[in-house]
Antibody, heavy 121, light 107 residues
Framework: QLQLQESGPGRVKPSETLSLTCTVSGGSISSSSSYYWAWFRQPPGKGPEWIGSLFYSGTTYYDPSLRSRVTISVDMSENHFSLNLRSVSAADTAVYYC????????????WGPGTLVTVSS | EIVLTQSPATLSLSPGERATLSCRASQSVSRYLAWYQQKPGQAPRLLIYDASNRATGIPARFSGSGSGTDFTLTISRLEPEDFAVYYCQQRSNWPRNTFGQGTKLEI
């Protein structure tokens, strides 16, 4: 059964870089062209927001509002993909989720449990 | 950017009743709309994609309809576990995609 798990620091200081990893088990990121792998976030009390997506080939897509600060990368040997968000501020405080997005549905059908990241000094 | 507006913000119903949730897009998204359920402390769960297709394992009491700018999620007979927050998401300009602000379904 496919499982995703986010990991990384729960607190980041303003102006620093938020770094998270999503480890995938029960399936291989590199084995199928049928999926995208995505990062979302959800600020407290608000709806989810898309951050960006990664195709197994390494092609990435980012939300325009975050593009200048975001990098999503993949490590096929470790079967995980990562999020780096630079120059964070309090507005980046949120629960961060990684997810799988089937190309046929283009809607996230498997999610990690999420990890709360607080931006605070 | 396409804005999704969900209504009502809160819907108060009882188990066994029918729930109708609305999602309106600021411009046409064709049928590229999904619905998710989220319970406190949990990740969203995909219910419906492409307006009316149920995701794997989703009970038949959940159904979606609509196209263009107006969409509806219907829960035919509410079960106790259905009380949660529901979000719509559009992907008409994929890879960009946006979510609505949610409808809280409460007892």
């Amino acid at each position: 059964q496919l499982q995703l798990q986010e990991s990384g620091p729960g607190r980041v200081k303003p102006s620093e870089t938020l770094s998270l990893t999503c480890t995938v088990s029960g399936g291989s990121i590199s084995s199928s062209s049928s999926y995208y792998w995505a990062w979302f976030r959800q600020p407290p009390g608000k709806g989810p927001e898309w951050i960006g997506s990664l195709f197994y080939s390494g092609t990435t897509y980012y939300d325009p509002s975050l593009r200048s600060r975001v990098t999503i990368s993949v490590d096929m040997s470790e079967n995980h993909f990562s999020l780096n968000l630079r120059s964070v501020s309090a507005a980046d405080t949120a629960v961060y989720y990684c997810a799988r997005v089937p190309r046929v549905a283009v809607a996230a059908d498997h999610w990690g449990p999420g990890t709360l990241v607080t931006v605070s000094s | 950017e396409i804005v999704l507006t969900q209504s009502p913000a809160t819907l108060s119903l009882s188990p066994g009743e029918r729930a109708t949730l609305s999602c309106r897009a600021s411009q046409s998204v064709s049928r590229y709309l999904a619905w998710y359920q989220q319970k406190p402390g949990q990740a969203p769960r995909l219910l419906i994609y492409d307006a009316s297709n149920r995701a794997t394992g989703i009970p038949a009491r959940f159904s979606g309809s609509g196209s263009g700018t107006d969409f509806t999620l219907t829960i035919s007979r509410l079960e106790p576990e259905d009380f949660a927050v529901y979000y719509c998401q559009q992907r008409s300009n994929w890879p960009r995609n946006t979510f609505g602000q949610g409808t809280k379904l409460e007892i």
